[in-house]
């Protein structure tokens, strides 16, 4: 005879729905942690940028030179940090005093346009609208305060970054096999291909990034320059940061120059915005087909959209690595999801039509 289940073993069904509330509530703490470590997590996702950094320009001696990797690395990373020095000593005293400057002049720039807007009818309707927002001196008092604990906080933030990069850069093998070991063991080959994929579209969309930054500074700076505004340096630096952000990084950097030109005349003005707009249609209509192509691509909508959904959840942090997060996630959305779920081959984004990020 078969013998009868004990009476005190519970029942299949409550040990399932034992098992989904325990799944459910690890998934729910995991979730809490995320959402709390968020600036913590976002800070480690800037430390791989730079592993991905150090590691694409150590790639190109590792391969003409055959040299070994740390040797390759050492090398990489002492000519940044070469660049880097090089260019703070010919231009950092410089660009500081014209930040300094730049800081003088926007809200005296501010002031005298404010006077001029109050001459007309139109300009005065506009006056009203902004000072029904907040007072323009205690904006701009404001926001330099603002612009002042975000420098301290970045600049600790990047000498972190850098030092967990350098650890990520040099040791990426240790990192990468407790990350798979995370994954179950027949995922573990699929989830390294992914994981590779991840790192080349980063590799791609960083040196893209690079290039775009470096040619908007110089003509911006260039342009300003020709056409007489104060501190170009200053406005020409800020610029080029800020085509880190793209769609919002842009257009913000263009304010200090306006409101700087408009008080050097209607005619400096004219031609600081003809400088910003032919900038950043030079980079994105020319500059990136014909010199970004092989890098990696992603729709200016989902870039955009990116972007509004990462400061409304991540805050300020998160507008910054909005873009390479969404480079990420369109990586895994491809593989996982269209490839391996839908069974579905796509084109590699290079080859896809889309503004580059």
């Known amino acids: 005879m078969t013998p009868a289940p004990s009476s005190s073993a519970p029942p299949r069904g409550q040990m399932r729905g034992a098992n989904w ?29 730079i592993g991905v950094l150090l590691h694409a320009l150590a790639t190109p001696l590792i391969k003409a030179l055959r040299l070994p990797r740390p040797l390759a690395l050492g090398l990489a990373v002492g000519g940044l940090t070469a660049v880097v ?11 500081a005093l014209q930040a300094v400057t730049l800081g003088e002049l926007v809200p005296r720039a501010w002031q005298a346009l ?29 926001t330099a305060s603002r612009l002042v604990q975000s420098s301290l906080s970045a600049a600790a933030a990047t000498v972190i970054m850098s030092f967990c990069g350098l650890y990520l850069a040099f040791h990426p093998g240790t990192y990468l096999r407790g990350v798979l070991h995370l994954v179950p063991p027949q995922g573990r080959a699929r989830a390294a291909q992914v994981l590779s994929a991840c790192g080349e579209a980063l590799n ?54 306006l409101i700087v030109a408009a008080a050097q005349g209607p005619q400096t003005f004219a031609w600081t915005a003809a400088i910003y707009l032919g900038a950043s249609q030079f980079e ?17 909508g989902l870039t955009l959209f990116a972007v509004l959904a990462m400061g409304v959840l991540l805050g300020p942090l998160g507008v910054v690595f909005a873009t390479p997060l969404a480079v990420v996630a369109y990586v895994l959305v491809r593989h996982l999801y269209v490839e391996d779920l839908l069974g579905d081959s796509l084109s590699p984004p290079a080859a896809e039509a889309g503004g580059a990020p």
């Open 21 to 49: 509330v325990l799944q459910a509530a690890a998934i729910a703490i995991v979730a809490l942690l995320v959402w709390r470590l968020a600036d913590v997590l976002l800070l480690a996702f800037g430390a791989v940028l």
């Open 85 to 95: 020095g090089g260019a703070v000593w010919l231009f950092g005293q410089q660009a």
């Open 114 to 142: 404010e006077a001029r807007l109050a001459t007309s009818p139109s300009g005065a309707y506009i006056l009203d609208d902004l000072q029904r927002l907040r007072h323009a001196d205690g904006l701009v008092v404001q």
């Open 204 to 257: 791609r969309w960083l040196l893209g990034a690079l290039a775009s930054m470096l040619l908007v500074g110089v003509t911006v700076g260039l342009g300003l320059w020709w056409a007489g505004v104060p501190s170009p340096l200053a406005l020409a630096v800020l610029a080029g940061l800020a085509q880190f952000v793209p769609v919002v990084g842009p257009w913000a950097a263009t304010i200090p120059g």
């Open 284 to 300: 994105a209509n020319v500059a990136t087909p014909l010199l970004l192509r092989q890098m990696v691509e992603l729709p200016m």
